[in-house]
């Protein structure tokens, strides 16, 4: 599940004592979110139909006149049956450190759709908020961090997305992991301690878990060692069928659009005159 993004890995951990404070709501976040949700339903997919002021209502009452830290799952369920979407089969992808390849696979490819490729992600990618106990408005000062509280407003929303975004899946589904990262399938993630759980295996045929390393590693993780067999041995306990690849060639040329100049990305030399 870092910043909400969505996939990214979050890591919700519960801290006693005094919460530290991070930046506060996000200026104009009104204004942002509206404008990306018709954004989203005149540009990018103008096929669909949704209220986006109803839906910036649902998410006001979700946060609103409660605590900082105080903000469950459960809150947004409104909000997500106002923004409800049915979601292709064969084509989410998840991801866990790999937020800015997975994405650039996804724009370039158009074979992918990740959760940031939602509605939801879309409306919310890269945002803070939260309210104020007994108080109408947003608190645009400070927010507390992710890590120093369970029901945190921000990571209580990508742990709704995530749950939905996974059930929701169904054929073959994408799993693309950093092999160069020691526990390459982390179970604190939010890969590892929402989405892989709610994966249904009666929708899922199967799941493609693909390794990607840096372009000038390390090369930590591959499919047959260290955190990986952790995530293949979850997978068949729980009845899926898997298959695991490392380093795929056309994944290695989208890494190279972007370090044409790393040795590895060098394959063709020029012809001697």
Request: net charge neutral; with cysteine.
């Amino acid at each position: 599940m870092s910043k909400p993004f969505i996939g990214v890995v979050i890591l919700l951990f519960l801290f006693s004592g005094k919460s530290r404070t991070d930046k506060g709501t996000t200026q104009n976040i009104k204004e942002i979110i509206i404008g990306r949700c018709y954004s989203y339903v005149k540009i990018v997919h103008p096929s669909s139909r949704y209220n986006c002021e109803e839906i910036w209502r649902d998410f006001q009452d979700a946060v609103l006149n409660k605590g900082p830290c105080n903000v469950h799952v459960e809150d947004y369920d409104k909000l997500f049956q106002t923004a409800k979407q049915t979601l292709p089969c064969n084509k989410l992808l998840f991801w866990s450190q790999t937020h800015e390849f997975v994405h650039s696979l996804s724009a370039v490819t158009h074979l992918f759709i990740t959760l940031e490729d939602t509605l939801i992600g879309y409306m919310f990618n890269d945002l803070t908020w939260c309210g104020q106990t007994n108080h109408t408005g947003f608190d645009f000062n400070s927010c507390p961090e992710w890590s120093t509280c369970e029901h945190h407003p921000v990571s209580s929303l990508w742990k709704k997305a995530s749950e939905y975004f996974a059930y929701s899946s169904c054929g073959n589904i994408t799993v693309m992991l950093n092999g160069s990262i020691e526990k390459a399938f982390n179970k604190e993630s939010m890969f590892g301690s929402v989405e892989i759980n709610s994966l249904d295996p009666r929708k899922i045929n199967h799941v493609n878990i693909k390794v990607i390393d840096d372009l000038e590693g390390p090369f930590r993780e591959p499919c047959t060692s260290g955190s990986i067999l952790d995530l293949i041995k979850i997978l068949q306990n729980r009845g899926f069928q898997w298959t695991c690849t490392e380093n795929e060639m056309s994944f290695m040329h989208i890494q190279c659009v972007k370090n044409p100049s790393i040795p590895l990305c060098r394959i063709c030399k020029p012809t001697q005159l």
